[in-house]
């Protein structure tokens, strides 16, 4: 993150704006409508920044631009034609510690104007970081066609009762349960359709209703592979109103990022022979959670049921008639797979397809492997980077062939995802030449010859030609 958005208080604050023509003349609106006492420097105006003045009694110093322009001053905007004398603004401003921007001029700026939707007092801003203002614009376009010009109201409402409502309900994490039913529900909608003095005597009752408290919940909630835009509207829903989040090594940290950002956040991941945080343990804090009365969010990688170990979570919360949820996400053998350019199924090639798990136990990986000999099955390995020599050792003696194409997939879905393509017979010395880390999936069968020519991830429209 290269700003941190922010929202200034600029009511009556000294502002200096230099620059007086139709860029200048952009900011100054932004700038005079949040308040701003504004001061114009430049030799000539535009006609509707001079008006703009007039109307929000604004200070227009008729010269060129000199750094006594800043003495008093809370803020700085640029926005000159002349790109020597931005930077000496720049240069200026910074030696006084204020706040600079100069237009279009991102590596110029200590802070940046964001794309606004105005349901005042409710903004919404979208910034590109300065990278592409076009881009930004477009967004602002397609969010305000989703946003009603009445939440402005609805924000004014909750606006008036915030204090009644913290006195009656102390509990931080309570409150904010209770506002979002709120907010989302019947009294909403009667102050969007200007009934507000139904919404009153609702949010009254809501209130006396209250004092019962709320029930906790447990959410598993499918992480999937790796990339975020895999996951579901409902996963990013539920991340979004959790008051806990437990999650494993598996998550992604963009993923993560989807949480609340005032979630507390409990790492409970597993790496081979090193536990953060015994099974039975991480069962019973769930139990322990929800008994609080919290929304809690176990994020697990993949799909929870699918060597997610979501069952057994779930048994013990059903024992304690603990309100649950299960969310699915794209389990890594379909999205690692899809993104490497290798059907699961194929007609010509795989007619099946079995999920295995390829962990060692002790110095083995235990399986029937005469079940796994068919040229027509494909199969998938979870877990299963230490345990690949004995895979391969198994299913040769066991009657594969040894140029059976095999395919590891490391970090599948995500930008460092990495294919390593070979057989049998050879995938074990490419692994040690390539030494992956960690989470890998193994595919083995005839569906990894189309790899080369259908795999997408990563490529640009030539080097698939090629």
């Not at 100054?28 to 007039?54: D, F, H, Q, W, Y």
């Not at 200026?92 to 590596?107: H, Q, Y």
């Not at 899809?338 to 002790?362: E, M, N, W």
Request: net charge neutral; charged share 20%; with cysteine.
């Amino acid at each position: 993150m290269q700003f941190l958005p922010v929202c200034l208080n600029l009511i009556d604050a000294p502002v200096v704006l230099v620059g007086g023509g139709a860029v200048g003349t952009r900011k100054a609106r932004l700038l005079l409508s949040a308040g701003a006492n504004l001061t114009v420097v430049s030799p000539t105006l535009s006609e509707e920044l001079e008006s703009l003045l007039a109307e929000h009694a604004g200070v227009w110093k008729k010269a060129t631009y000199h750094k006594a322009d800043l003495h008093g001053m809370t803020l700085v905007v640029a926005a000159t034609p002349d790109n020597a004398t931005n930077e000496q603004i720049f240069r200026d401003a910074s030696a006084r510690s204020l706040p600079v921007n100069v237009v279009d001029s991102p590596e110029l700026c200590t802070f940046i104007f964001p794309a606004i939707i105005d349901r005042d007092p409710l903004l919404i801003a979208i910034s590109s970081s300065g990278r592409s203002p076009v881009l930004t614009r477009i967004l602002r376009r397609k969010i305000e066609a989703l946003i009603p010009a009445t939440y402005g109201r609805l924000a004014s409402f909750a606006g008036r009762f915030r204090q009644q409502v913290k006195d009656r309900i102390p509990h931080e994490s309570t409150r904010r349960l209770f506002w979002e039913q709120v907010l989302e529900g019947a009294v909403a909608e009667q102050v969007l359709v200007g009934r507000e003095e139904q919404a009153e005597r609702q949010l009254a009752e809501c209130l006396n209703d209250s004092a019962k408290g709320f029930p906790g919940e447990v959410y598993l909630v499918g992480a999937g592979p790796g990339d975020p835009d895999l996951l579901t509207f409902k996963a990013a829903r539920l991340l979004q109103s959790a008051d806990v989040v437990l999650y494993d090594r598996l998550v992604s940290p963009a993923i993560l990022e989807m949480a609340r950002r005032d979630a507390e956040r409990i790492y409970v991941g597993k790496r081979r022979s090193q536990h953060s945080l015994p099974q039975t343990q991480i069962n019973e804090l769930l139990v322990q959670l929800a008994g609080q009365g919290k929304r809690v969010v176990r994020l697990k990688g993949g799909d929870p049921f699918v060597f997610g170990r979501g069952g057994e979570e779930i048994e013990l919360l059903a024992q304690h008639d603990i309100p649950f949820q299960v969310v699915p996400g794209v389990t890594a053998a379909n999205g690692a797979a899809c993104y490497a350019g290798i059907p699961l199924t194929h007609r010509d090639h795989a007619q099946s397809v079995r999920f295995l798990a390829g962990y060692l136990k002790g110095n083995s990986v235990e399986h029937d492997w005469n079940m796994l000999q068919s040229t027509n099955e494909t199969l998938v390995f979870y877990m299963g980077l230490m345990g690949l020599p004995v895979i391969c050792e198994q299913l040769v003696a066991h009657g594969r062939s040894g140029d059976t194409p095999v395919a590891m997939i490391e970090r599948g879905t995500q930008p460092e995802q990495r294919v390593l393509v070979g057989t049998l017979d050879t995938m074990v010395e490419i692994v040690r030449r390539a030494q992956p880390g960690g989470p890998t999936l193994i595919i083995v069968g005839d569906v990894v010859r189309l790899h080369e020519n259908l795999s997408w991830y990563g490529q640009t429209a030539g080097d698939r030609k090629r």
